[in-house]
């Protein structure tokens, strides 16, 4: 359970069931993340954001906090943000390879934007990952323009095309999408 909640810390601005499930410990099923999730709402420690999309959970700050503080004594939030990082790349990638998915998952991924911020900034920092970073700027190209944050955009794509050759993605599908 600890692992698990550490995983819903490790989401920025809030969090899906899926989500949760997918960044924590892969032993903990489905129903024990929704069990986890609603136990910590009763005890105010989560807090339900419903919209027309389905609910979405956020810890509390100081919740939140706590957490990220435990996943690093145990040294798991390097795990925690390679896996946070991959669901990402994962949800975004498979809304931008076909446009009319994209627009209609495009108000779920406007949602995203802080997880998306935060799977970016740890991709393209030491130790992170470079081509996980280089394929989130590319996925994510449709959520930037639709939202018409290019100015950050631009930020992310100059990260991504100056980590190319390290990455080893020169001439690569992303290095022409970015």
């Not at 920025?12 to 949760?20: H, P, V």
């Not at 420690?45 to 956020?58: C, K, M, S």
């Not at 406007?110 to 998306?116: G, Q, T, V």
């Not at 970016?120 to 959520?143: C, K, M, N, Q």
Request: hydrophobic share 50%; with cysteine; charged share 20%.
């Amino acid at each position: 359970g600890a692992t698990q909640v550490n995983a819903m810390a490790a989401c920025a601005g809030g969090f899906t069931l899926a989500a949760a499930a997918v960044v924590g410990d892969a032993d903990f099923g489905g129903e024990e993340v929704v069990d986890l999730v609603l136990d910590l709402a009763t005890k105010s420690l989560v807090a339900v954001d419903g919209n027309f999309l389905g609910p979405r959970f956020r810890l509390l700050a100081t919740t939140r906090a706590y957490a990220l503080e435990k996943a690093l004594e145990r040294a798991e939030l390097g795990t925690l943000a390679q896996r946070h990082a991959t669901y990402f790349l994962t949800l975004f990638d498979s809304a931008s390879r076909v446009d009319a998915e994209f627009d209609k998952a495009s108000a779920a991924l406007a949602l995203e934007i802080n997880n998306l911020r935060a799977a970016l900034e740890w991709a393209f920092a030491p130790p992170g990952d470079l081509a996980v970073g280089i394929g989130l700027a590319a996925a994510s190209v449709p959520l930037w323009v639709s939202t018409s944050m290019l100015g950050e955009w631009h930020v992310w794509a100059e990260r991504a095309i100056d980590s190319l050759d390290q990455a080893g993605l020169r001439g690569t599908r992303q290095e022409m999408t970015i």
